[in-house]
């Protein structure tokens, strides 16, 4: 589904990937792991449009979109959920979701998505007239996920979702995610928590210093030693 081919990046004069390339499979949740700093936020954002490349291919069903404007990665069917959640606070949690469905055909599915968000995260439906800013974190991460649900994707990225939550509601986003995952939707998870991420991926690639040294399924990556001493912290 997803072909990254020697993808460079850089910001300014500062090189901040070299030559990565990965593959996605059509509903594979696939993460990528890695230390603070290893480029991981800055490779999510190129591929969902938010970063231009320098050079290299995204390939998205058989489609290199890497040139493409960042609202065509969008129509191309990937949505992201960004590191931070990045919601309109002041505005209330419906307004939120719907944002998510603007074009076209997400916007005729709109009352379909929304209820299915709210069948997924059923603690957001009291709170759908509430400003967004006054929810928990782990609210505020419900909304983000569903605001990128409510796209239709085919792909959705996500960065970070565990980052500052408690390990009871880190728990409930990725049993979330895993059943989106279940009813089809290929999934790509950049996750500094690498025992949270190899639990629930089908494979995985591990990031350092911008870029790719190993990939695996995650009995494999687990059984490497020097994966298991920098990552796993055993």
């Known amino acids: 589904m997803l072909e990254v081919h020697d993808l460079r990046v850089a910001y300014g004069a500062a090189p901040a990937l070299w030559g990565v ?3 996605l499979r059509a509903r594979e949740l696939l993460a ?6 290893a480029g991981k936020t800055t490779l999510i ?3 969902a449009g938010v970063l231009r490349a320098q050079g290299g291919r995204i390939g998205l069903e058989g489609r290199d979109i890497a040139a493409l404007p960042p609202h065509r990665f969008c129509e191309a069917g990937i949505a992201i959920v960004p590191e931070g959640r990045r ?7 419906l307004e939120n979701l719907e944002i998510g469905s603007l074009l076209p055909a997400a916007r005729a599915r709109r009352r379909q998505s929304l209820e299915a968000v709210l069948a997924l995260f059923p603690a ?11 929810l928990s974190g782990g609210q505020q991460q419900m909304v983000a996920i569903g605001r990128a649900l409510m796209t239709c994707p085919r792909l959705l ?3 970070e979702p565990s980052l500052g939550l408690s390990p009871l509601i880190v728990a409930e986003l990725f049993g979330a995610i895993q059943r989106v995952h279940r009813e089809g939707t290929a999934v790509l998870l950049v996750e500094q928590n690498v025992s949270t991420a190899l639990r629930v991926a089908d494979r995985a690639y591990v990031l350092e210093e911008g870029r790719m040294v190993a990939e695996g399924t995650p009995d494999e990556l687990a059984a490497r030693d020097e994966i298991r001493r920098a990552y796993l912290g055993v």
Do not use: C, H, R, Y
């Open 87 to 93: 919601l309109f606070g002041s505005m209330s949690v």
């Open 45 to 47: 954002n190129t591929l």
């Open 124 to 134: 957001l439906e009291p709170k759908l007239a509430q400003a967004a800013g006054e």
């Open 21 to 23: 390339s990965l593959q």
């Open 157 to 159: 990225l996500l960065d």
């Open 32 to 37: 990528i792991v890695g230390p603070n700093g």
